[in-house]
C-alpha cells in the first residue's frame, strides 16, 4: 500500500526566506504528484502537478521537483510571504484506476513578517 | 470556470442524527470523489463515482454513510446515524477524466462536528 510522508510536519521562517518542503513516498510507481495548499477553513487548492516523466514544474515562486526513483518530491517557495502561510500537502496518484490518490498528513507553514 | 460547490459549510449535530451534504463538481468533470479530512490529517477518500457509477467505495463505512450521483452531477453524502469520530472536513472533489494526467479539483468543504 502506498504511504506518503511529510517532513517537518510544521515549520516557522521569516519574510523572505527561500524555504523547501520535503514529500516522499513507498511506492515509486505512481502516474504523477500533486502539491496543494490548504488555509485554515478552506478546501485544497491545487498548487502544482508533475507527470511521472517529468522532473519538475514551477509556478511562479514555486518549484516542485519530482524523483520518482527515490520516491521524493520536494517544493521550494521563493522569498516566502507571510500570504504563503498554510499547511502544503503532497498528494501522489497511482497508475490508473480506484482509489489512485494518497495524501501525505501535510507541513504547515507559518511565515513571520 | 465555476469551482466545485459544497453545501452546507457548516453543521453541527448530536450523536446518532443524522445529516447530509451536497456537492455540486464542475461542469463537465465525469469524475466525482468524496473525501474525508480528520484534524491534522491528510484527506481519505470515501468514494469515487465515475458519471454516476461507483467505481471505488471500499473505504466507505457501509452501516452508516452512503452516497450518491444521480443523473451524473451533483452528489450527496449521507451519514446517519453519527458517531463522535465521524466529526471531520468532508471534501468534494472532481475531474475530468479518472486517466492520471488530470489535476482534481477541490471545494470548500463540509465541516461536521458531532457532540
Known amino acids: 500500500k502506498q504511504e506518503v510522508t511529510q517532513i517537518p510536519a510544521a515549520l516557522s521562517v521569516p519574510e523572505g526566506e527561500n524555504l523547501v518542503l520535503n514529500c516522499s513516498f513507498t511506492d515509486s510507481a505512481i502516474y504523477n504528484l500533486q502539491w496543494f495548499r490548504q488555509d485554515p477553513g478552506k478546501g485544497l487548492t491545487s498548487l502544482l502537478l508533475?507527470?511521472?516523466?517529468?522532473r519538475e514544474q514551477t509556478s511562479g515562486r514555486l518549484n516542485a521537483s519530482l524523483d520518482k526513483s527515490s520516491g521524493r518530491s520536494t517544493l521550494y517557495i521563493a522569498a516566502s510571504q507571510p500570504g504563503d502561510s498554510a499547511t502544503y500537502l503532497c498528494?501522489?496518484?497511482?497508475?490508473?484506476?480506484?482509489?489512485?490518490?494518497?495524501f501525505g498528513t501535510g507541513t504547515r507553514l507559518t511565515v513571520i513578517p | 470556470e465555476a469551482g466545485v460547490a459544497q453545501s452546507p459549510r457548516y453543521k453541527i449535530i448530536e450523536k446518532r442524527q443524522s445529516v447530509a451534504f451536497w456537492c455540486n463538481p464542475i461542469?463537465?468533470?465525469?469524475?466525482l470523489y468524496w473525501y474525508q479530512q480528520i484534524l491534522g490529517q491528510g484527506p481519505k477518500l470515501l468514494i469515487q463515482?465515475?458519471?454516476?457509477?461507483?467505481?471505488?467505495d471500499s473505504q466507505l463505512p457501509k452501516d452508516r454513510f452512503s452516497a450518491e450521483r444521480l443523473k451524473g452531477v451533483d452528489s450527496t453524502l449521507k451519514i446517519q446515524p453519527a458517531k463522535l469520530e465521524d466529526s471531520a472536513v468532508y471534501l468534494c472533489?472532481?475531474?475530468?477524466?479518472?486517466?492520471?494526467?488530470?489535476?482534481?479539483?477541490f471545494g470548500e468543504g463540509s465541516w461536521l462536528t458531532v457532540v
Open positions: 461542469s463537465g468533470h465525469a469524475t
Open positions: 508533475i507527470q511521472s516523466s517529468q
Open positions: 472533489a472532481s475531474s475530468s477524466l479518472t486517466g492520471s494526467r488530470n489535476t482534481i479539483y
Open positions: 498528494a501522489v496518484r497511482r497508475r490508473a484506476g480506484a482509489n489512485n490518490l494518497f
Open positions: 463515482f465515475q458519471n454516476n457509477g461507483v467505481v471505488d
